[in-house]
């Protein structure tokens, strides 16, 4: 992963995403702080300045993203030759598309999707239902024929089975195969500092 | 005097009733229904504008979210002089407005505002409401200061304190780089936070030069359109249309595929050699792309009132300048040019206006720093959802666009302004 800092080795525009989270956590990593300790230094005012310090360096050759689409198609144009993204794009950009990209696992951000149901809503017994099938074991399993996300339950991982369409094993496209060479976001560092990095982050672009 | 002429009498009307009276009649009947026909206009107008407007400015000062949903606190704080942490009544209020909001779920909300002011505060509230429900009796002082290590702090409280009142400036501090520190003074924004100012800036700067742009570009294609004989300008005519009756997505989104590095533009010219291979032009996501898509969206309104007006100008002026000795350049700078001044104003004042809330064209192409103020306040809309500060960012946006308006209207006068 801190091959994305490196651009002696590495020249070339960087497509990553115009928002400070997860940018600031892999800045760390590529200067050498181990995945656990990530928060513990992002949390000092010495490491937001590190974070910030480290992402300088590769300021000028980064293109910053907006829309999931954007960085497949940066790639596939030749306008960037790192980006980060939702792995599910990369998949269908890769296995669909064909395109010539390859997926770099190391340092991945873990994210989770939730349902929220209306406490105030109709039908809560029967959503109450649906949202229990819609996040079984096989449920979850069966979302990885469509799509490389999930599955958030460890059970559903061996369940895991081919694409519907292109027939081919989804296993080795799944982020949780791979969820030991990454980190889940802490969600709440995010919600005390989300206001101030953006902020900063926002004025560090403008500089 | 009709009156007078006919001995006094009144004059009637065929139905035998008084003129006076009859005409009046007439026109109160068409002032109803000139009201009736604005009616729909301006409920429309109403709802979708004004109100919206009002709503928006309201919340960039209302600062309800302490004063309601800790009332107990608010009350016990009034009196707290902010030199050092309040006294147990102080925390047995917080307790018991933490056990309200928690059980409702509203405590969220006071974080969330709070926070804005002083990171930290939103996870200090909501995880201070969930301990709340377990404390059942005092010393409350101890047990709250165990819940966090931030309500140790002095600046916690004063933050709290300064929020129990039903309005703030503080989004507007906010939104020109300014805070309060710890110690309630308002100061600058840290160097590494203050955007807003540099981001309005950068909005006039950018809006001022596409307006520049477009009146060069457009004068002389309005006045071919306007002197051009019928059959070449209804061509010409649809050149300057067809892109305006096309998408703004569609023709930004061919902006990009046409100016990008490995784009349209940059193959011709490495094709023609102007650029080596490895060394092709920087034109999209950054200011020059937002300038050129921005200038090429916004022409025809540049080009359409300064057509009409150039219509209207008789040819006949501009040879009676000639035949009466000038040249040709001083006839069109004496005599064409200052009757195509309203027409300028017009066209500029409406290109300005548009790029000063541009905000779809700049998020697409503008990268860092091709991107304006609009795009935050679409971002604290959408994204941080912190309406306040977007509210604060909107109104300071609005005034400062009706400022320009009256120094417009001060400096050329607004009647000289004409759409056609």
Not at chain 2, 52 to 71: A, Y
Not at chain 2, 392 to 399: I, M, S, T, V
């Amino acid at each position: 992963m801190s091959d994305v800092f490196d651009l002696k080795n590495f020249p070339g525009k960087r497509a990553l995403q115009k928002k400070p989270i997860n940018n600031l956590e892999w800045a760390l990593i590529a200067d050498g702080v181990p995945l656990a300790e990530v928060y513990d230094v992002l949390d000092t005012d010495a490491g937001k300045d590190r974070a910030f310090a480290k992402l300088a360096t590769i300021k000028s050759d980064v293109i910053w993203w907006t829309e999931g689409a954007v960085p497949p198609q940066l790639m596939a144009d030749g306008e960037a030759v790192f980006g980060t993204g939702y792995n599910g794009r990369w998949f269908s950009a890769i296995a669909e598309e064909k395109q010539p990209f390859a997926m770099l696992w190391d340092g991945q951000v873990l994210d989770i999707d939730g349902w929220a149901v209306s406490a105030k809503g109709q039908n809560i017994d029967e959503v109450m239902k649906f949202v229990k099938f819609a996040t079984d074991t096989q449920r979850l399993a069966d979302q990885a024929k469509f799509i490389s996300y999930g599955p958030a339950r460890k059970s559903s991982g061996p369940m895991v089975s081919k694409h519907a369409t292109l027939g081919i094993d989804m296993a080795p496209h799944m982020p949780t195969t791979y969820a030991d060479q990454g980190f889940l976001t802490n969600f709440a560092w995010w919600a005390d500092n989300g206001d101030e990095m953006n902020e900063r982050f926002a004025a560090w672009l403008l500089q | 005097m009709a009156n007078e002429n006919t001995g006094g009498e009144l004059v009637l009307a065929a139905d035998g009733t008084p003129l006076k009276a009859s005409l009046n009649k007439a026109m109160r009947k068409n002032r109803i229904r000139a009201l009736l026909l604005v009616t729909p206009l301006f409920v429309f107008i109403l709802f979708s504008f004004l109100i919206p407007i009002v709503d928006m400015t309201f919340r960039s000062v209302d600062n309800w979210h302490v004063g309601t949903l800790m009332p107990k606190t608010t009350a016990a704080l009034a009196d707290w002089d902010g030199k050092a942490l309040p006294d147990e009544p102080v925390f047995a209020a917080l307790v018991e407005d933490l056990q309200v909001g928690a059980k409702a779920r509203e405590i969220g909300k006071v974080g969330t505002r709070l926070n804005y002011e002083k990171s930290g505060l939103r996870s200090m509230i909501t995880s201070s409401g969930r301990k709340a429900l377990k404390v059942k009796e005092g010393p409350y002082k101890e047990k709250v200061l165990k819940m966090h290590k931030k309500w140790k702090e002095l600046s916690t409280w004063t933050v709290i304190k300064r929020n129990t009142a039903p309005f703030t400036i503080g989004y507007y501090l906010n939104a020109v780089d300014m805070k309060y520190d710890d110690n309630g003074e308002i100061v600058r924004q840290n160097e590494n936070r203050r955007i807003y100012g540099k981001l309005f800036l950068r909005t006039f700067a950018i809006s001022l030069a596409i307006t520049v742009i477009c009146v060069i570009l457009a004068y002389p294609i309005s006045y071919l359109l306007a002197t051009l004989p019928l059959r070449y300008s209804n061509l010409l005519m649809i050149f300057v249309l067809l892109p305006f009756w096309t998408s703004l997505l569609v023709r930004t989104t061919a902006w990009i595929a046409m100016l990008q590095s490995q784009g349209v533009l940059n193959d011709l010219f490495v094709f023609f050699g102007l650029v080596s291979d490895d060394n092709r032009l920087q034109l999209i996501h950054n200011m020059t792309g937002t300038i050129i898509a921005m200038t090429h969206i916004l022409l025809p309104f540049m080009v359409l009132p300064l057509y009409s007006v150039m219509k209207t100008i008789p040819p006949s002026y501009m040879r009676a300048a000639l035949s009466l000795g000038a040249n040709p350049l001083v006839a069109f700078v004496r005599v064409y040019m200052p009757q195509t001044l309203s027409g300028i104003g017009a066209g500029s004042i409406l290109v300005f206006i548009l790029s000063i809330g541009y905000y779809i064209t700049p998020a697409l192409v503008g990268g860092t720093d091709g991107t304006l103020i609009s795009n935050q306040i679409a971002y604290h809309m959408q994204s941080s959802l912190n309406w306040g500060l977007a509210g604060a960012l909107g109104a300071l946006l609005l005034f400062s666009v009706l400022a320009l308006y009256l120094l417009y209207n001060k400096i050329v006068g607004i009647d000289n302004m004409r759409l056609g």
